[in-house]
């Protein structure tokens, strides 16, 4: 009979206590893997601490969905696993009303059926990936349920096919912020509020037009086909017009404008049409003097983008302005005038910065003296610098030199660029002549520039107002002012 070696007493419990040991260690390691949630779980992109958001919009063409952005999104795992995972996501809008308590908001409801997930909500994350091979996607399903100026909050939930795999707990909601954005046809060019001033400069030669007459019709966001727009007058928005602006425009005379094209192309995938429309003045004469004219145009609602509720339209405004000034400013024809008995007076005076000049230093035959009004710092205010010939005289025009002045050895040169001038025989009821535009003079008082003001027709009056509506850095000014006849 073999006979077996008995281990110590120790040895057998030491050996027990190993064996319990490693059945320890793998039942943990398999319960580690099935429940350890910190370490594998299933979950959304990331969004705020407490639940997912995320933004999606749709372009729209009056009730036709065209194209959506930020629709889809990936599930994702915390840790790779070994084995396809298989990943389920259903809209439920029973979750609209924590949403709303949370952020103390009131969502828009949407009928069922109208956001659908494609492939029945169903996505896969293969072996070892962190990242679903396909993406969630939201798609339109009814969409005549809906308010396309609104915005819908989409409750999407992730369910998971494997319970060996649990869901994050803050991560497996996505509330999905969709709205809707029009493509509209538009037009550019205009000012911010959407008036487009003309003046019709009435000389004796004829009606000068000045102003933008022009308006190219565009579109806020690409479309896929060509379009064309066309344009129309809209004289049914006046009276609102003037009512929402306390203004009291009238209407364009009859037959008195036209559009030149009448329609225009933009082409597809083209923001603004090549070519614009024109707005045609016609028989400009029956534009009344004294009178303020407004005509509102809009896009024509037709074809399958309509146009914007208020960049569609434009309103062009007409002013009739005596223009008896030639614009091309040609030395004054004549004799000069005598200024000796001449006074003036402006509405505002350097008495800081130059103190010596007056406005009676302007009819002294110096040109290193003369006036300049009180220095500005911000928006130059228009001024006024009006003369008394004592007697009326028939002018044909002025020449000025400006005033060159110097504070503390720096030099300055005061003169206006912009000037409307009217006359009057009494001071009191006066006649505008028209405006001046001319380039900002250089020189010194040695070597003077001279700028001319020329009437097309000789002006009989004893005053003459100068009001400077722009001029040179700081202050308008004149150093000599001559008149002929």
């Given at each position: 009979m073999k006979i077996f070696p008995l281990l110590p007493k120790y040895s057998r419990l030491q050996s027990l206590f190993s064996l319990l040991g490693g059945l320890f260690f793998l039942l943990s390691s398999c319960s580690k893997e099935q429940v350890d949630t910190e370490n594998l779980t299933i979950y959304l992109p990331a969004g705020s601490l407490n639940y997912n958001s995320g933004a999606a919009s749709y372009v729209t063409a009056r009730n036709n969905v065209l194209a959506g952005a930020g629709t889809a999104f990936p599930v994702l795992?915390?840790?790779?696993?070994?084995?396809?995972?298989?990943?389920?996501?259903?809209?439920?809008?029973?979750?609209?009303?924590?949403?709303?308590?949370?952020?103390?908001?009131?969502?828009?409801?949407?009928?069922?059926?109208?956001?659908?997930?494609?492939?029945?909500?169903?996505?896969?994350?293969?072996?070892?990936?962190?990242?679903?091979?396909?993406?969630?996607?939201?798609?339109?399903?009814q969409v005549s349920g809906l308010d396309f100026s609104k915005a819908y909050i989409v409750p999407i939930r992730l369910s998971s096919t494997d319970s060996n795999l649990p869901l994050s707990t803050n991560r497996q909601v996505m509330y999905l912020r969709v709205t809707f954005n029009p493509i509209t046809t538009q037009l550019n060019g205009t000012p911010t509020n959407r008036l487009v001033p003309l003046i019709i400069n009435r000389t004796p030669n004829g009606d000068v037009i000045s102003g933008n007459l022009n308006l190219t019709a565009g579109l806020n966001t690409a479309f896929g086909?060509?379009?064309?727009?066309?344009?129309?007058?809209?004289?049914?928005?006046?009276?609102?017009?003037?009512?929402?602006?306390?203004?009291?425009?009238?209407?364009?005379?009859?037959?008195?404008?036209?559009?030149?094209?009448?329609?225009?192309?933009?082409?597809?995938?083209?923001?603004?049409?090549?070519?614009p429309f024109a707005l045609v003045l016609r028989n400009t004469t029956s534009f009344v003097p004294g009178r303020s004219y407004l005509l509102p145009v809009g896009i024509v609602d037709e074809g399958p983008v309509a146009p914007h509720e208020t960049r569609g339209l434009a309103y062009f405004s007409v002013e009739v302005q005596l223009?008896?000034?030639?614009?091309?400013?040609?030395?004054?024809?004549?004799?000069?005038?005598?200024?000796?008995?001449?006074?003036?007076?402006?509405?505002?005076?350097?008495?800081?910065?130059?103190?010596?000049?007056?406005p009676a230093m302007v009819f002294d035959n110096d040109f290193a003296t003369g006036w300049h009004s009180a220095l500005a710092?911000?928006?130059?205010?228009?001024?006024?610098?009006?003369?008394?010939?004592?007697?009326?005289?028939?002018?044909?025009?002025?020449?000025?030199?400006?005033?060159?002045?110097?504070?503390?050895?720096?030099?300055?040169?005061?003169?206006?660029?912009?000037?409307?001038?009217?006359?009057?025989?009494?001071?009191?009821?006066?006649?505008?002549?028209?405006?001046?535009?001319?380039?900002?003079?250089?020189?010194?008082?040695?070597?003077?520039?001279?700028?001319?003001?020329?009437?097309?027709?000789?002006?009989?009056?004893?005053?003459?107002?100068?009001?400077?509506?722009?001029?040179?850095?700081?202050?308008?000014?004149?150093?000599?002012?001559?008149?002929?006849?």
């Amino acid at each position: 009979m073999k006979i077996f070696p008995l281990l110590p007493k120790y040895s057998r419990l030491q050996s027990l206590f190993s064996l319990l040991g490693g059945l320890f260690f793998l039942l943990s390691s398999c319960s580690k893997e099935q429940v350890d949630t910190e370490n594998l779980t299933i979950y959304l992109p990331a969004g705020s601490l407490n639940y997912n958001s995320g933004a999606a919009s749709y372009v729209t063409a009056r009730n036709n969905v065209l194209a959506g952005a930020g629709t889809a999104f990936p599930v994702l795992l915390t840790r790779a696993v070994d084995r396809d995972v298989q990943v389920v996501a259903t809209i439920d809008t029973t979750l609209l009303a924590a949403y709303d308590k949370t952020n103390n908001t009131v969502s828009t409801r949407f009928p069922l059926g109208t956001f659908v997930l494609e492939n029945n909500g169903q996505v896969r994350i293969p072996t070892g990936e962190l990242r679903s091979a396909d993406s969630l996607r939201i798609g339109l399903g009814q969409v005549s349920g809906l308010d396309f100026s609104k915005a819908y909050i989409v409750p999407i939930r992730l369910s998971s096919t494997d319970s060996n795999l649990p869901l994050s707990t803050n991560r497996q909601v996505m509330y999905l912020r969709v709205t809707f954005n029009p493509i509209t046809t538009q037009l550019n060019g205009t000012p911010t509020n959407r008036l487009v001033p003309l003046i019709i400069n009435r000389t004796p030669n004829g009606d000068v037009i000045s102003g933008n007459l022009n308006l190219t019709a565009g579109l806020n966001t690409a479309f896929g086909q060509a379009l064309t727009v066309a344009l129309q007058d809209r004289q049914d928005l006046l009276a609102g017009y003037n009512q929402a602006n306390q203004t009291n425009y009238v209407a364009f005379p009859a037959n008195s404008f036209a559009f030149s094209p009448a329609s225009v192309s933009i082409a597809s995938g083209s923001l603004n049409a090549t070519t614009p429309f024109a707005l045609v003045l016609r028989n400009t004469t029956s534009f009344v003097p004294g009178r303020s004219y407004l005509l509102p145009v809009g896009i024509v609602d037709e074809g399958p983008v309509a146009p914007h509720e208020t960049r569609g339209l434009a309103y062009f405004s007409v002013e009739v302005q005596l223009q008896n000034i030639d614009p091309a400013n040609p030395t004054p024809t004549g004799n000069r005038i005598d200024r000796t008995s001449w006074t003036a007076t402006a509405s505002s005076t350097d008495n800081d910065y130059a103190a010596a000049g007056t406005p009676a230093m302007v009819f002294d035959n110096d040109f290193a003296t003369g006036w300049h009004s009180a220095l500005a710092f911000g928006t130059p205010p228009a001024v006024t610098f009006t003369v008394d010939m004592q007697n009326p005289k028939q002018v044909r025009g002025f020449t000025f030199t400006p005033r060159y002045w110097d504070y503390f050895g720096s030099r300055f040169i005061s003169a206006p660029t912009a000037i409307r001038v009217a006359s009057s025989s009494d001071g009191v009821n006066w006649t505008v002549q028209g405006s001046y535009t001319g380039s900002m003079p250089a020189g010194t008082a040695a070597n003077p520039q001279l700028r001319n003001i020329s009437f097309y027709a000789p002006v009989q009056a004893r005053y003459f107002r100068f009001t400077l509506t722009a001029y040179g850095t700081y202050a308008g000014g004149f150093g000599e002012l001559n008149a002929f006849e």
